[in-house]
């Protein structure tokens, strides 16, 4: 089912009674409200994943990443590369280390600010790190009538969207006590969206437990009455 922009800030209108009509200002501050709550709900849930791949080549340390990234969540070596676990390390250390060491199998990565990718030591031949993203949401704001989902956002992400793009229409009014009331449905929203996330991937939380243990198992104190008494 198609959710557009026009849609989208028909809703936030309605509520805080901004103007949602074409290439107005208000109607400007709704689009973009759209599309940094596409990137706050992308960040916050990582309900979005695609993967992109860096080509190492031989003595090279240093890389220009996408900047089409908000997030790295994971990454893995080509099934050429070293078995050898792949490490994480601060920028600096990897920095220092760059005059220290030759060229070998890849052992170490950084990020140097959000686009600059250091590896150690420089790859003797070529190599392949695969990266598991968190992307940029595709724009939807350049046709009023586009659908809201065209920006990979899933559709149990809508609510979220409504809420963020609420609140920033009504602190445009100076409405904070509404703000309050939509950004903690927003923060609600967010963890409806995470959780379905994880029943996606088969999980589930542990259930709680009603009433008393069967039996407790833990250290038992006699220092305070003496079983002789």
Not at 60 to 85: C, F, H, K, P, W
Not at 130 to 135: E, Q, R, S, T
Request: aromatic share 8%.
């Amino acid at each position: 089912m198609a959710y557009t922009v026009d849609q989208l800030c028909a809703y936030a209108s309605s509520i805080s009674g901004l103007t949602d009509v074409a290439a107005t200002p208000e109607r400007t501050i709704l689009e973009n409200a759209i599309q940094d709550g596409l990137n706050e709900i992308f960040v916050q849930t990582a309900c979005v994943i695609t993967q992109t791949r860096v080509t190492l080549t031989a003595g090279a340390d240093e890389y220009t990443m996408d900047r089409g990234i908000l997030r790295i969540l994971n990454y893995a070596q080509s099934t050429v590369s070293s078995t050898s676990a792949l490490n994480v390390i601060p920028a600096e250390e990897l920095l220092r280390r760059r005059f220290l060491v030759s060229s070998g199998d890849v052992r170490a990565f950084a990020m140097l600010g959000t686009n600059v990718l250091l590896v150690s030591p420089p790859p003797v031949t070529a190599e392949v790190i695969y990266f598991y993203v968190v992307p940029v949401p595709n724009s939807v704001i350049s046709a009023g009538g586009n659908d809201i989902f065209a920006s990979s956002l899933p559709v149990f992400g809508k609510r979220a969207l409504q809420a963020y793009v609420c609140a920033r229409a009504l602190e445009h009014n100076h409405d904070y006590k509404s703000v309050a009331y939509w950004e903690q449905i927003f923060e609600k929203e967010i963890g409806r969206i995470k959780m379905r996330g994880r029943q996606l991937a088969g999980r589930r939380l542990a259930p709680n437990q009603v009433g008393y243990p069967d039996s407790y198992s833990g250290p038992q104190r006699n220092d305070v009455y003496s079983s002789g008494d």
